[in-house]
């Protein structure tokens, strides 16, 4: 944006200092600048007011993978519990004496 925001105080010529840079794809969001002068006392410098519309993009999260429930009523049975038990010990006798390190 240019706007005058310095007055020379002798020649009153007015030239561009302060500035409002945006991207060249974010000036649609510009919407307002105004160049205004002190209220409070005078000065050679002017206030740049910009007014800008935000534009937030959403966040994507990952969608989380519903697994289905552990099939538990097979454990139940005592006869398939025995089983495993027996396969479990020969896999691990087999393979030698397991430690716990």
Known sequence: MY???W???RSKQRHSIYLV???RGDIRDLEVTKVMC???CWTD???VNS???MHTIPTHHKKKIIRPPFNVSKLMNISREMQF???LGERLTSH???TGK
């Open 96 to 98: 030698g004496h397991m």
């Open 7 to 9: 007055i020379h105080p």
């Open 45 to 47: 410098h002017h206030l």
């Open 21 to 23: 840079i945006s991207l």
């Open 38 to 40: 002190e209220a409070e």
């Open 85 to 87: 038990a027996q396969d």
């Open 51 to 53: 007014v800008l519309t």
């Open 3 to 5: 706007k005058a925001t």
